[in-house]
C-alpha cells in the first residue's frame, strides 16, 4: 500500500474529532484553526446548522376546485365607464393624427370582453383588449370619440358618453406662426421730372 495513502488512513480518525480552536499569539493577532479536540485549549462553539424543510403545499382535488368556482360571484355587469383621455373639449396636438384613449372602467375589464372605440360616430377597426389605447391617423378638425364594451358574441355591455376633442396639427400657415409677406424689395427710385 502506498506511504500516504497509509497516512491519511490513520489520521482520518483524528480529523473526525477535530475542532476549530481559537489562538491568540504574542502579538495579539487571533487566529483561527481546525486541530484535534485534545490540542485545543480553547475551543470554539459553534451555533447549529441552520436546517430548512420545504413547507408542504395542501393537495387539492378536483371536486374542490368545482367547489371553489362555485362560490364565486357571477359577473353582475358593468357599474360605470368614462372616457378620462382625451379631456373633454379638449385639443390634441399632433402631426401623425395620434390620439391617446384611456378608458375609467368599474369593475375591471374581464378577460373576453373586448373594446370598440368609435370617432364620429365610425366604429375604429379592430376591437381592443385594454382600456388604454393610442389611434392615429385622425385628421384636423373637431371630433367626438365613443368606446364601449362587448362581449364574445358581440353583446354591447356599457357604452360611454362621447367626448368632443380638437386636433391640431402644426404646419407653416396654421395660424401658430407668422405667415411670410410679400419678399422684401429694396425701393427702386422713380425718375424726376426733367431728369434730375
Do not use: W
Not at 12 to 20: E, H, K, N, R
Not at 53 to 75: H, I, N, W, Y
Not at 108 to 119: D, E, P, Q
Amino acid at each position: 500500500m502506498n506511504y500516504k495513502a497509509l497516512t491519511i488512513l490513520f489520521l482520518l480518525p483524528g480529523m473526525a474529532q477535530a475542532v476549530i480552536c481559537k489562538s491568540v499569539d504574542a502579538e495579539g493577532v487571533v487566529g483561527y484553526t481546525d486541530v484535534p479536540a485534545a490540542e485545543c485549549q480553547k475551543p470554539v462553539k459553534l451555533p447549529p446548522n441552520s436546517t430548512y424543510a420545504p413547507r408542504q403545499l395542501p393537495v387539492t382535488t378536483g371536486d374542490e376546485d368545482a367547489a371553489s368556482k362555485a362560490v364565486e360571484k357571477p359577473f353582475a355587469g358593468y357599474e360605470t365607464i368614462k372616457i378620462i383621455q382625451p379631456e373633454p373639449e379638449g385639443t390634441i396636438r399632433s402631426n401623425e393624427g395620434k390620439v391617446p384613449v384611456a378608458v375609467a372602467l368599474r369593475p375591471a375589464l374581464l378577460h373576453g370582453h373586448r373594446v370598440v372605440v368609435s370617432i364620429d360616430g365610425t366604429a375604429v377597426p379592430g376591437n381592443f383588449d385594454g382600456l388604454a389605447i393610442e389611434l392615429s391617423g385622425v385628421e384636423r378638425g373637431t371630433h367626438s370619440i365613443g368606446v364601449k364594451l362587448i362581449d364574445e358574441s358581440g353583446k354591447t355591455l356599457i357604452e360611454s358618453e362621447p367626448v368632443t376633442f380638437t386636433m391640431r396639427q402644426t404646419g407653416l400657415y396654421d395660424g401658430t406662426a407668422n405667415p411670410p409677406g410679400p419678399p422684401a424689395t429694396k425701393p427702386v427710385p422713380r425718375p424726376r421730372p426733367g431728369g434730375r
